[in-house]
């Protein structure tokens, strides 16, 4: 049976500490829309764009109160009434993404950028996500999760994984190309790392810290460069790659991991940017740009066509999640470590507890 009041991880305002709350409705199976339905959530990843939206980082704003979180995985365990067409039922076990919800029929929906949608409703931004036990999601949008994948090992593809994944499929490379990922040990980071892999692509890492640096050359980066350490980082990739990288995937989320990169693209390269910093400029040499024949591509999570192709991936034991479970109510500390740069992969929180 659902209960009437649940727990979540509440942010009042933005810039405001997380607050544990224990008496949380859980809409009925009569106040659930058609087309929306009920997920009794196992757990959770907690991506850096849930730091932005609790920090009020970003130029779009967040629903007050908040509820974030958007790489949720659980069970169905009710659909709105008059809900036509469902491809997913009862009792199935799926993923909530960033992208909720899309209307499926305007033009940017047709041409498969659902994340564009003018009536896209965001999980953890626009609707509350994934930090509370029973989430109300769409049966259009969540993302079946494969049998053979547990629920902790599948959350952080719903974000980290799937974003990752399309940045990589267009960042217009072949395999045994170069591609330099600044943020590599983070969370998109190490998954980019890893779908890297996959296509083929060798890897460069760039990141800070022995523990990031660990992780990237064990998931099989070629080389790993410390943004701290570093003197000369455009030098030390031209050299690596003789004559520069053919892509970035930069997922750093501060502006400083962009800064060089159209420096050491070579010519045809493509930079993908996907890290989110709210106010950061992307500084390029406009001459070197048309000179060279850089692409700069900004890439924003994906459609859930993406999401399928990323889960099933993850399932087949291509890429894997690099984490640590702790508790919901540890939320606010995981925040204090992202800030400080000092999480090697990702937090799952886990809901059960
Ligand atoms: O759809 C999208 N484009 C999308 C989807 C999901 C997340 C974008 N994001 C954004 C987030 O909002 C955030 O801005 O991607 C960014 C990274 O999210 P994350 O991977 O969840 O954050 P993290 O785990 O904190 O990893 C960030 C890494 O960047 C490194 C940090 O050390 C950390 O490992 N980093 C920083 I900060 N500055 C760097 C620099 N100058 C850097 N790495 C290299 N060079
Ligand atoms: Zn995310």
Same mark, same amino acid.
């Given at each position: 049976?659902?209960?009437?009041?649940?727990?979540?991880?509440?942010?009042?305002? +933005?810039?405001?500490?997380?607050?544990?709350?224990?008496? $949380?409705?859980?809409?009925?199976?009569?106040?659930?829309?058609?087309?929306?339905?009920?997920?009794?959530l196992d757990c959770s990843g907690?991506?850096?764009?849930?730091?932005?939206?609790?920090?009020?980082?970003?130029?779009?704003?967040?629903?007050?109160?908040?509820?974030?979180?958007?790489?949720g995985v659980g069970?169905?365990?009710?659909?709105?009434?008059?809900?036509?067409?469902?491809? $997913?039922?009862?009792?199935?076990?799926?993923?909530?993404?960033?992208?909720?919800?899309?209307?499926?029929?305007?033009?940017?929906?047709?041409?498969?950028?659902?994340?564009?949608?003018?009536?896209?409703?965001?999980?953890?931004?626009?609707?509350?996500?994934?930090?509370?036990?029973?989430?109300?999601?769409?049966?259009?949008?969540?993302?079946?999760?494969?049998?053979?994948?547990?629920s902790d090992?599948?959350a952080?593809?719903?974000?980290?994984?799937?974003?990752?994944?399309?940045?990589?499929?267009? +960042?217009?490379?072949?395999?045994?190309?170069?591609?330099?990922?600044?943020?590599?040990?983070?969370?998109?980071?190490?998954?980019?790392?890893?779908?890297?892999?996959?296509?083929?692509?060798?890897?460069?890492?760039?990141?800070?810290?022995?523990?990031?640096?660990?992780?990237?050359?064990?998931?099989?980066?070629?080389?790993?460069?410390?943004?701290?350490?570093?003197?000369?980082?455009? +030098?030390?990739?031209?050299?690596?790659?003789?004559?520069?990288?053919?892509?970035?995937? $930069?997922?750093?989320?501060?502006?400083?991991?962009?800064?060089?990169?159209?420096?050491?693209?070579?010519?045809?390269?493509?930079?993908?940017?996907?890290?989110?910093?709210?106010?950061?400029?992307?500084?390029?040499?406009?001459?070197?740009? $048309?000179?060279?024949?850089? +692409?700069?591509?900004?890439?924003?999570?994906?459609?859930?066509?993406?999401?399928?192709?990323?889960?099933?991936?993850?399932?087949?034991?291509?890429?894997?999640?690099?984490?640590?479970t702790?508790?919901?109510?540890?939320?606010?500390?995981?925040?204090?470590?992202?800030?400080?740069?000092?999480?090697?992969?990702?937090?799952i929180l886990d809901m059960s507890?």
């Amino acid at each position: 049976t659902i209960p009437k009041f649940q727990t979540a991880a509440v942010v009042d305002h +933005s810039g405001a500490d997380i607050r544990i709350d224990h008496q $949380v409705p859980v809409k009925s199976q009569e106040e659930l829309l058609p087309g929306e339905c009920l997920v009794k959530l196992d757990c959770s990843g907690a991506c850096h764009t849930d730091l932005h939206a609790a920090l009020g980082d970003w130029p779009l704003p967040a629903k007050t109160p908040l509820i974030g979180g958007h790489e949720g995985v659980g069970i169905i365990v009710a659909i709105g009434n008059n809900t036509s067409n469902s491809p $997913v039922k009862l009792g199935d076990r799926v993923g909530i993404k960033w992208l909720a919800d899309s209307c499926l029929n305007c033009e940017d929906c047709r041409k498969g950028r659902e994340q564009n949608c003018s009536k896209a409703k965001l999980s953890g931004f626009t609707v509350d996500g994934t930090f509370q036990e029973y989430v109300v999601s769409f049966v259009n949008h969540v993302t079946p999760i494969p049998e053979a994948i547990p629920s902790d090992e599948a959350a952080s593809i719903l974000c980290a994984g799937v974003t990752v994944y399309r940045a990589i499929k267009y +960042s217009q490379t072949s395999p045994g190309d170069w591609i330099v990922l600044p943020g590599a040990g983070g969370g998109l980071g190490h998954l980019a790392v890893q779908y890297a892999r996959v296509r083929g692509l060798r890897v460069i890492a760039v990141d800070t810290g022995e523990a990031k640096k660990e992780l990237c050359l064990k998931l099989g980066a070629e080389k790993w460069i410390d943004f701290m350490e570093c003197k000369d980082i455009v +030098s030390e990739i031209v050299a690596t790659t003789s004559g520069g990288a053919h892509s970035a995937v $930069v997922t750093s989320a501060s502006g400083a991991g962009y800064k060089q990169a159209v420096d050491y693209l070579r010519p045809g390269g493509t930079l993908m940017a996907v890290g989110l910093p709210g106010k950061a400029t992307l500084e390029a040499s406009i001459w070197f740009t $048309v000179f060279k024949s850089i +692409s700069i591509l900004g890439s924003y999570v994906g459609n859930r066509q993406d999401a399928v192709e990323a889960i099933n991936i993850a399932a087949r034991g291509q890429v894997k999640v690099h984490f640590v479970t702790r508790p919901l109510k540890d939320l606010e500390d995981v925040y204090e470590g992202m800030k400080a740069g000092k999480i090697a992969g990702r937090i799952i929180l886990d809901m059960s507890q």
